[in-house]
């Protein structure tokens, strides 16, 4: 339940309401929380539930009020919860069906003869009209926008239609159904992902970050991880002043432990990524620059090349695995699969070479 | 224009149990063991812990209606006490729903219920914790 006064200052900035996945949905709510929930003060029409800002809703309830008008009905619907008023309006369709209906007789005679449109888009009309004209009692589903007029909540109807529910197993399935969707949606908190995922990780992916910056604006070839440690080194400075604060004396890892485990787990990312590899896995750890790599490159092209013209390729073209094997034979064991992909990709940008399927590439 | 207050779903074995204030709206359901339609009256029965109980139902606002006795009905109204029948539901809806899972029901009205136990215990606990700070 949502406490009658929200503090103004507390309303999520109506920017970000679009994110909210329930703020696009017909939220299935209690008729309790849809009268209580409170309007926003930056557009009217919009309402919060739990801070989720809410327009349109899904209701189910039995209809305890009726009156009708020429232009539409007003349905009080009751789900157990609490009773809303529900404008219903009345479609085009429907009022032309409410015409003396004495001309009908007429053609349902013909139809008997065989396929009858008008006969039939006659039936069609008496359907609909009987699932919009609802007795008291009778079960009735709404969706539609939350609209306050006249200090009186009501459902501005999109859609509404009678329920037909003769053992209340709508209801049933209904009422066990809302729980879990307020437990999974509604009662959780809306909350942008940003922060949440926990510092480690945004640092690590700022770390991958700076390096490949680096290597892009200086057009680096090769490195060794001693090269580029000193560029780490303003994510770790700023990371312990928060925590030192209230307990200085910790035996946790050193500022410059923390830096290499970072650049040892970066590394990793951009190796993963095929960023970088190895060409030769020594005791001096060296990191080729995949796209910067002219022999690598050549290589590639020579293979794809050559072994286009066999004529066991010569139709699809060669498929990277085969491409991957023969580099590895011919200019490195480490080159990984992602790196080769990395620049089979530069080199159909450059229309080097032609991918004819999402695995084959050939070239002219 | 005048809703009427929203009927909450109670147990037949809760109606005479003085949980609900005369005058009170709810919606309860039973088997309807009988009908004197002189008095306009209707009793709904239900088993609960090897016990029978019964719920007096007064017809007038939804008469005539097609008696089914045996048949299992869900009726929506006002509570009200007379003397000598003790608690009567006024009602304003009066539904056949034979061939409804009771079981079932009475689990999704206990879910119901649970969640709304959970929801506001968690609430006072949202307050407590603001008072205290």
């Known amino acids: 339940m949502q406490a009658a006064a929200m503090d103004p200052a507390e309303e999520p900035p109506s920017m970000l309401w679009g994110l909210d996945p329930v703020f696009s949905a017909f939220a299935r709510l209690y008729i309790r929380d849809i009268l209580q929930m409170t309007e926003s003060i930056q557009v009217p029409g919009v309402y919060f539930y739990n801070l989720h800002p809410i327009y349109k809703v899904d209701v189910l309830g039995t209809v305890v009020y009726k009156r009708e008008r020429d232009d539409f009905f007003c349905y009080g619907v009751d789900d157990g919860t609490g009773v809303i008023n529900c404008l219903c309006w009345k479609s085009d369709l429907l009022k032309e069906a409410e015409d003396p209906s004495q001309a009908g007789g007429k053609h349902s005679d013909g139809a008997q003869a065989g396929f009858n449109p008008a006969a039939e888009l006659k039936k069609l009309r008496q359907m609909q009209q009987k699932s919009c004209h609802l007795e008291i009692g009778e079960l009735l589903r709404v969706r539609g926008s939350v609209k306050t007029s006249r200090q009186q909540r ?56 700076i390096i490949k910056d680096f290597l892009k604006e200086k057009c680096v070839t090769r490195f060794r991880p001693y090269d580029v440690q000193d560029l780490l080194q303003p994510l770790i400075c700023s990371q312990p002043q928060t925590a030192s604060a209230d307990q200085e004396p910790v035996a946790g890892p050193s500022a410059c432990q923390q830096l290499r485990q970072l650049l040892k787990e970066a590394l990793q990312v951009l190796h993963d ?23 690598l490159l050549m290589a590639i092209k020579d293979i794809i090349r050559e072994d286009s013209k066999r004529e066991k390729f010569a139709e699809k073209g060669c498929h990277v695995l085969h491409i991957l094997s023969a580099v590895r034979q011919r200019h490195s064991l480490n080159v990984s699969r992602a790196a080769l992909e990395l620049v089979l990709k530069s080199l159909e940008c450059n229309s080097d070479i032609i991918s004819t399927s999402d695995s084959h590439y050939t070239v002219f | 224009m005048m809703l009427p207050s929203a009927a909450v779903f109670h147990f037949p074995w809760e109606i005479n149990s003085g949980k609900v204030q005369e005058g009170g709206s709810v919606r309860t359901f039973g088997r309807l063991v009988c009908y004197e339609p002189e008095e306009s009256r209707a009793t709904l029965s239900a088993q609960h812990a090897a016990k029978e109980h019964r719920v007096v139902v007064h017809t007038l606002f939804v008469e005539p209606f097609n ?41 999704a009205i206990v879910e119901q219920r649970s969640f709304f136990r959970e929801r506001e215990c968690k609430q006072g606990d949202v307050a407590q914790s603001a008072d205290a700070t």
């Open chain 2, 67 to 107: 008696p089914i006795i045996g048949a299992q009905y869900i009726v929506l109204g006002e509570l009200e006490n007379y003397d000598g029948i003790g608690a009567m539901v006024r009602a304003r809806v009066l539904n056949c729903v034979d061939g409804v899972n009771v079981a079932l029901l009475q689990k």
């Open chain 1, 273 to 295: 990524e095929g960023v970088v590899y190895r060409r030769v896995k020594s005791q001096e750890e060296v990191y080729h620059v995949t796209a910067q790599d002219k022999d």
């Open chain 1, 154 to 209: 009501e459902i501005k109807a999109s859609t509404y239609y009678k329920v037909n529910d003769p053992v209340m197993a709508a209801q049933i399935v209904w009422m066990m159904e809302v729980p879990q969707l307020y437990r999974q949606c509604y009662d959780k908190p809306f909350q942008l992902k940003a922060d949440g995922a926990g510092n480690s990780v945004s640092s690590l992916s700022k770390a991958t970050n």
